[in-house]
């Protein structure tokens, strides 16, 4: 059983740029979800997606968007990267309405 | 969602058991108590869920008091291995939106 993966695993942009990370959920897994978590800090909920539609959102602006594909995959989208955006980017999976969500590895975006 | 509480850091020896201990006061009656373990440049990791009285696992029990105001997570026997952030989550996770909230998390340092 394949676990969940994430790419890029690092990731340098300037601010202004877009960025486009991407996650594979763990197989039978149809609902994912995705983190920011700032360096020492907990991570922070940005939204989930199930059946490939956004199935709820925290407290991130717009330019925060999502995706979800028939295969369960998911991308994150950020536009108009800013310095704060700088953070470990986290991806989890989980069947429907299950407690334990799955963690990828993440990606480590960082934004000069 | 109920808000978490639980100590910054704790330092233990191999071997020990060590107790950590989440207050939730405002826990609702459908919420669950939900630990992580997080290592460095790592995805969190699910170790224990419960609702009420005790849950053991083949890593940790979990005793929630009658009226669900805190948690106490219970790891047996240390090793250097379990240094980790430990994050505490309560909250329905059967709702739409499948959210987890992560507080600031219990840095455990484990030394020989």
């Known amino acids: 059983e394949t676990g969940v993966t994430q790419s890029p695993t690092h990731l340098i942009k300037t601010r202004g740029q877009q960025v486009t990370l991407r996650c594979s959920s763990q197989?039978?897994?149809?609902?994912v979800s995705w983190y920011q978590q700032a360096l020492g800090q907990g991570p922070q909920f940005i939204f989930q997606?199930?059946?490939?539609?956004?199935?709820g959102r925290g407290n991130f602006p717009p330019r925060f968007s999502g995706l979800q594909f028939p295969n369960y995959s998911s991308e994150l989208n950020v536009n108009a990267l800013e310095l704060d955006d700088s953070a470990l980017y986290l991806c989890?999976?989980?069947?429907?309405?299950?407690?334990?969500?799955?963690f990828g590895p993440g990606t480590r975006l960082t934004v000069t | 969602l109920a808000k978490t509480t639980q100590p910054i850091s704790m330092d233990s020896y191999e071997g020990q058991e060590v107790n950590i201990t989440c207050s939730h006061n405002n826990i609702a009656t459908n919420d669950y108590i939900t630990w992580y373990q997080q290592f460095p440049s790592q995805g969190p990791r699910f170790i224990i869920q419960g609702y009420k009285t005790k849950v053991t696992n083949e890593v940790a029990s979990l005793f929630i008091p009658a009226d669900r105001k805190s948690s106490t997570l219970s790891l047996p026997r240390v090793s250097l291995s379990d240094t980790a952030v430990y994050y505490c989550l309560v909250g329905d996770m059967r709702n739409a939106g499948n959210m987890l909230t992560f507080g600031g998390g219990t840095r455990l340092m484990v030394k020989p």
């Open positions: 989890a999976s989980s069947p429907a309405g299950s407690y334990e969500q799955y």
């Open positions: 197989s039978g897994h149809n609902t």
């Open positions: 997606y199930y059946r490939e539609e956004e199935n």
